[in-house]
């Protein structure tokens, strides 16, 4: 059944209209009045909703009953990695979101190569923001991860300390991720650090330590800077 993502408030019984997005997709495969769609506000379970009037850039439903049905992973994994180029970065925002990611921060590092600034860095994160919604769509899931706008370094090292600390880091001469994962108590929090594309340098490695973040390794192979964060998130929300 089509899955749309409307961030609206949603009453069963109610005619609602769907947003423009969501009423292109319902035109372009075609549906018709009577058909039945589920719709998801963000924040929790999901509506199915019939289609009772197709206008030419129109669609009206009629929504139904709310299903309180959750798809979330049982541990919350809050990403936090180098921004890094446009496309790496779209497709770590819906891989991520499709493994059950929380939360995602984009980190402005040493190494970072991309530079955003003003406006340039609101449409960034309002494209990052809809490829989530639209990973959610696809996957099931009924809770739209929070993706953050940018952050530089030492704003993130600042925030509260919630949970699991983890820094991925080839460097590392720690015990390898799997081996921590299975000593995790469930469904301890966990905040995963990466660097962008040639990692994070010495000196801010050395303050995500000070700041309580453990360097791991993902093993003997150096994945790339969008592979790493995924590997970590899938070994931390598979069930």
């Given amino acids: 059944m089509p899955r749309f993502h409307v961030p609206a408030t949603l009453t069963s019984?109610?005619?609602?209209?769907?947003?423009?997005?969501?009423?292109?997709?319902?035109?372009?495969?075609?549906?018709?009045?009577?058909?039945?769609l589920t719709l998801f506000t963000g924040?929790?379970?999901?509506?199915?909703?019939?289609?009772?009037?197709?206008?030419?850039?129109e669609v009206e439903v009629r929504?139904?009953?709310?299903?309180?049905i959750e798809r979330e992973?049982?541990?919350?994994?809050?990403l936090a990695v180098g921004l890094m180029a446009t496309e790496r970065m779209e497709w770590l925002v819906e891989k991520a979101t499709e493994l059950g990611v929380a939360s995602l921060t984009p980190v402005l590092t040493a190494r970072g190569n991309v530079r955003l600034s003003g406006d340039r860095t609101d449409r960034k994160h309002a494209r990052w923001q809809a490829t989530a919604a639209a990973a959610c769509e696809q996957c099931g899931r009924n809770r739209l991860p929070l993706i953050h706008p940018p952050a530089t370094l030492a704003a993130l090292l600042a925030r509260p300390d919630d949970g699991v600390r983890w820094l991925l880091t080839p460097a590392a001469d720690a015990p390898g991720l799997q081996d921590e994962v299975c000593a995790l108590p469930r469904p301890s929090p966990v905040t995963l650090l990466s660097g962008p594309e040639g990692g994070l340098d010495p000196d801010e490695e050395v303050l995500a330590r000070a700041a309580g973040f453990v360097p791991l390794?993902?093993?003997a192979r150096v994945l790339r800077a969008e592979t790493a964060p995924l590997a970590a998130l899938a070994c931390l929300t598979t069930p």
């Fill in 13 to 36: 019984g109610a005619d609602f209209v769907l947003p423009s997005g969501a009423a292109r997709h319902v035109q372009v495969r075609r549906m018709q009045p009577g058909q039945i």
């Fill in 43 to 57: 924040d929790g379970g999901e509506w199915t909703a019939t289609i009772t009037r197709m206008g030419r850039s």
């Fill in 73 to 78: 992973a049982t541990r919350a994994v809050h």
């Fill in 63 to 68: 929504v139904g009953a709310h299903h309180p």
């Fill in 217 to 219: 390794s993902l093993g």
